[in-house]
């Protein structure tokens, strides 16, 4: 499985940026796919989830703001809304394994946000 992500970018305080997630190859192996975020110092920490059957997840300091969202196993989008500089951080789009004990990651993309 490949996963590619695209929409990053920079963007004022208060804006919004909306990040896509192409999956490829053997789709059919995709668990619960996620967008996680690591900002300069800090752990990479999960930003939202969705599984198969539809059910989110969403970290408390996102939660209203951003919207997560996927086309069966091909495509994960995530809405991200009023901005603010804390979201600052690579965002990489990940997939679980559903046969395997591994993780899929994309390479990530940077979203800035400028106060």
């Known amino acids: 499985v490949q996963l590619v992500e695209s929409g990053g970018g920079l963007v004022q305080a208060g804006g919004s940026l909306k990040l896509s997630c192409a999956a490829s190859?053997?789709?059919?192996?995709?668990?619960?796919m996620g967008w996680y975020r690591q900002a300069a110092g800090k752990q990479r920490e999960l930003v939202a989830s969705v599984m198969r059957n539809g059910t989110t997840n969403y970290a408390d300091s996102v939660k209203g703001r951003f919207t997560v969202s996927r086309t069966r196993s091909v495509t994960l989008e995530l809405q991200m809304n009023s901005l603010q500089s804390g979201d600052t951080a690579v965002y990489y789009c990940?997939?679980?394994?559903?046969?395997?004990?591994?993780?899929?990651w994309g390479q990530g993309t940077q979203v800035t946000v400028s106060s």
């Open positions: 190859g053997s789709t059919f192996d995709i668990g619960t």
């Open positions: 990940s997939a679980s394994s559903r046969y395997w004990p591994k993780d899929y």
